[in-house]
Structures are given as C-alpha cells and as structure tokens.
C-alpha cells in the first residue's frame, strides 16, 4: 500500500478552506467499513470497565513537577487495563519522571469514544493552568464513525493551535492502524489499515504546521497484535492489552521528552542512515505514517521555516529499542512497568 503526499496534503488543505466533501474512502466502501466495524462491535461484546485513578505526581526529585495532562480516546484513557500504572499516561509520566529528575503531575482527561470533535471539550477543562505538556492519542474512532477526515483534521488543528498559544509543548500520536484489529477482515481491514494511515498523515500536517509534533503510531503494534493476540489485545479483543498500551508508551516517550527540552543535542538531528532528514512536511507525515514510531516536528532550512512545498520538517525514526518500558513478558509486578511510582495515593489524586 502507497501513500501519497498529495493526498495526505489535500486533506490538510481542506483543512483549511473548509473543503467539507473529501473523503479518505469512496462512500460505499466507507459504509462497508462502518456496517463491519458495528458487527466486529457486537462479535467482541461490551467491557465494562471502571477507569483507573491516575491523576496523581509521580516520581521523585528537586524542583517543581512538570506538569502533564493527557488527552483523547479509550487508547489515551488506557481503556480495559485495571492498573492505573498500565495506563499510557502513568507509563509516560513515570518515564518523563526519570529523565527529568523531576516529579510529575499527571491530570487524564481522555474519554473513551471520543473522536477529535470532542478534543475542545477536553481543552476547556485545562485553560485556567495550562500544563508544560500535552500528549493526545486520537483518530480511529474518527474512521470508525466515518467523520470526514478534513473535519477531524479541522478539529485537531484548532485544539493544537490554541495549546500551543498557551504555552504547551505538543505531541500527537496520529491514528493507529485500524487494520490489526482482528474482528474486522479482510478485505475491510486493507481499507481500514489505508484510511487509517490517510488520515495520520493528515494529521502530522496540521499539528506540525501549528508548531506541534507527532508520532506515528501507525504498525506499532500490527506484527505483535497478529502474532500474540492473546497478549495485545485486552478482553474485549479490540484495545490494547497492558503490554500492548507499554509498547505505545515507549514509543511516545522520546518525543514527549524532547519536546520538554530533555533530549541531549545529538539526539535531536537527523541521521541519514536511519533514513531520518528534512523534508517537506507532507513527504514526511506521509513516510512517517508508514512506519510507526516516527516524529516529525517543524524544521528551518537556511533560516526559513517554509519552502517552495510548505512547511520544512524533521523526520526522526524514535522507533524504542524493544523491551524500552516492557518486558518480552507481561509485566507482573508495578515496578516492571513504571519507572516510578507516583507519590500521591488514590486519596490525593488531582482529578
């Protein structure tokens, strides 16, 4: 399967001007898509799930936490584990925790369900204390729902645009790749795994364009999903196991710090021979959407942020060494999964 810049660059476009028409897939094939997703729902059945307090601080250190606040879908949320330190948002804050020697204040506002339309719902309880970082997972109930991909898109950029005038740093992980989920066959999974990247490329544009940067969750976990899914998947065959939210993790993790500032100097450039360099910014969302755990973030080239294709930017292959936050097996025990516990028990939590 090829992505196309063009493509990736038509969504973002329209974007911008409003161009509400364009579609990722032709109409029948999306209906074909929804009607195997709703009947996939019904096969898998419905979790119930309780989510876990991880509004907390976590880690230990000198200095004022640095402050995290955690928004988007089921994945954000950690939808299915019990655990709160198997949640994204607890491995992350651990991680930052570690590398910046510093305690940080996690606050989750993920809802599971949401699409992007709902990320300014979410925006709107963190305006009066604006975090040093916002994290979002977002994008497969976009394509699940058949929401206009130049709408979610919209929507995204806007709550990007108004964090980063806040003062946030911003990382998105763009849609994951909808095609490992297992009730869903083929041929609908090609279709999902195509849109699903399409729209993780539009994605990358905007969120770059507005001065934030993104992480291709893309295939992260597609080869292990396929290959262990009774490890992967959680009991609803649909999320993440909490090995599978720890792979997710580490592959954010690096970009989170680096967009803190907490990266050493050479691991902020561009190695050709990991493929990494600078780009226009649609080639590089769409190299990055075909290769999960890869950033892309804003680039000048002599000087100039724009060149004759729109936006520079910086490809990096972030892709973690593996067992970086997990184990080869599932982690048995908090301290196998956290790097630090957070300080505050459940009758401190932040919520």
């Known amino acids: ?14 974007t911008a001007f409003g161009g509400g028409g364009l579609t990722v897939l032709g109409a ?9 997703a709703k009947a996939a729902h019904k096969a898998v059945g419905f979790t119930e799930w309780r989510s876990p307090k991880v509004n907390a601080v976590y880690g230990t250190g000198d200095g004022e936490p640095v402050s ?3 928004m988007g879908d089921s994945t954000a949320a950690g939808f299915a584990v019990t655990d709160a330190l198997q949640t994204p948002a607890s491995l992350l804050a651990g991680g930052i925790s570690a590398v910046a020697e510093r305690p940080v204040r996690l606050r989750n506002t993920a809802r599971v369900g949401a699409t992007s ?9 963190i305006r009066k204390r604006p975090p040093d970082l916002v994290v979002i997972f977002i994008g497969a109930n976009d394509v699940i729902h058949r929401i206009r991909p130049a709408d979610s898109v919209r929507s995204l950029q806007h709550v990007v645009r108004e964090l980063i005038g806040m003062g946030c740093a911003v990382v998105v992980g763009t849609c994951p790749d909808l095609g490992s989920v297992q009730p869903i066959a083929q041929p609908l999974r090609y279709i999902a795994r195509r849109a699903s990247r399409q729209l993780a490329a539009a994605q990358t544009i905007a969120v770059v364009e507005e001065g934030g940067r993104t992480v291709s969750l893309s295939n992260l976990l597609t080869d292990e999903f396929l290959l262990y899914p009774d490890e992967m998947f ?6 993440p196991s909490a090995r599978g939210y720890a792979q997710a993790a580490s592959a954010v ?3 989170a710090c680096a967009a803190l500032g907490l990266m050493p100097d050479l691991e ?4 050709v021979r990991r493929g990494e360099g600078v780009l226009p ?8 959407a075909e290769r999960a755990g890869t950033e892309v973030s804003g680039a000048k080239v002599a000087g100039r942020e724009r060149g004759p294709r729109g936006r520079w930017a910086t490809l990096l292959r972030r892709r973690p060494k593996e067992n970086a936050l997990s184990s080869e097996d599932a982690p048995e025990s908090d301290t196998d999964v956290i790097t630090a516990a957070p300080r505050a028990d459940a009758g401190t939590s932040t919520r």
Do not use: C
């Open 1 to 14: 399967m090829v992505l196309r810049a063009a493509r990736a660059r038509r969504i973002a476009t329209a």
């Open 28 to 36: 029948s094939t999306v209906a074909l898509l929804y009607l195997q």
């Open 68 to 70: 995290f606040v955690m």
């Open 117 to 125: 339309k709902d990320l300014m719902a979410q925006l709107d309880r």
């Open 234 to 239: 959680g009991p609803d065959r649909f999320h």
């Open 253 to 255: 993790l690096p970009s």
């Open 268 to 271: 902020t450039l561009p190695d």
């Open 281 to 288: 910014v649609d080639v590089a969302a769409v190299e990055a």
